[in-house]
C-alpha cells in the first residue's frame, strides 16, 4: 500500500454551539487527487483549517506523513510539506508578484530549494511576464494563482486548494483544472481541492469527498459520489438545478 499522507481520525470542529466537523475520518495516499465538494457552510474551509493547523480541531486527530500533529506550530506543517491557498488570497498586496513568491521561498521552503525555484513556479502558473506587477492591483483570479505559485515555492508534498476558480468562466476553470493536473505531475504532488464547479472537477480528480453539516456524507470515485442520493439530495441536485 502506497504511503499515508494524510490521516484524519474522528476529527471534530466545535465552534461555540456550531459542530463545524463532526466525527471526520478519512485518509490520503500519496499522488491522490481528491476533490472536497458540498454545499456553502458544510465545512470544507474549516476542514482546510484543521489539516493545516490554522485552527487545530477540537477533537480526533490529524497525522501528516504520519506524525501526529497535535501541538505543532504552523511553520511545523510547512516543514513536512503541507501548503495552502485561501478562499480570500492571503499575499502582499503592495509587493510585486516575484517578492511575494521570494517571500515564500525564503520563509516556507523547508527542503531548501534554490532561488532558480523562484522564477521556475512563476512560470509554472503563468505569472513570468507579470513577475513585476504589484501582486495587489491585479484581478482575483491572478491573485489566487499567485497564491498557487507561494504555495509551489514552499516545495509542498501535499497541496490544499480552496476554490482557486471561484467566480471565473467555465473555459476559465477548465483551464484551472488542467494547470491543477499539469503541477501535480511536475511537482509530484498530492492535492486536495475545493471547489463548487463540481462538473470540472468531477472530471479532473479520482476521488471526492462530500460534506454536509460538518458530516463526511461520501468519499468515493467521482462515479460513484455522483451516483449517492445522499449526494443529490444534499448538493447535486441543486447544483444542477442553478
Ligand atoms: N472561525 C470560526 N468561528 C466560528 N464559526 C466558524 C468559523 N469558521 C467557520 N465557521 C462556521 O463553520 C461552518 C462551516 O464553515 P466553512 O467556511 O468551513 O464552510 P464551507 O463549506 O467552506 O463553505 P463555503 O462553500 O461557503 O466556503 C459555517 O457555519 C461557518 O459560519
Known sequence: MSELILELKGVDMQFGGLKALS???MSVRRGEFIGIIGPNGAGKTTLFNAISGVIPPTAGEVRVAGRPMQGRAPNDYCKLGVARTFQTP?????????????????????????????????????MAGA????????????????????ALATSPRLLLLDEVAAGLTEGEVEEVARLIQQLRGDYDLT????????????????????????????????????????????????????
Open 90 to 126: 492571503r499575499i502582499f498586496p503592495d509587493m510585486t508578484v516575484r517578492d511575494n513568491v521570494r517571500f515564500a521561498h525564503t520563509f516556507g521552503n523547508a527542503s531548501g530549494q534554490g532561488i532558480e525555484l523562484i522564477e521556475q513556479v512563476m512560470h509554472a502558473v503563468g
Open 23 to 25: 466525527n471526520i475520518s
Open 131 to 150: 513577475s513585476n506587477e504589484t501582486a495587489g492591483a491585479m484581478p482575483p483570479a491572478r491573485q489566487r494563482q499567485l497564491e498557487i505559485a507561494m
Open 191 to 242: 492535492v486536495v481541492w475545493i471547489e463548487h464547479a463540481v462538473k470540472t472537477l468531477m472530471k479532473t480528480v479520482e476521488r471526492v469527498a462530500v460534506l454536509n453539516f460538518g458530516e463526511l456524507i461520501a468519499d468515493g470515485t467521482p462515479e460513484q459520489v455522483a451516483a449517492d442520493q445522499k449526494v443529490i439530495d444534499a448538493y447535486l441536485g441543486e447544483e444542477e438545478a442553478a
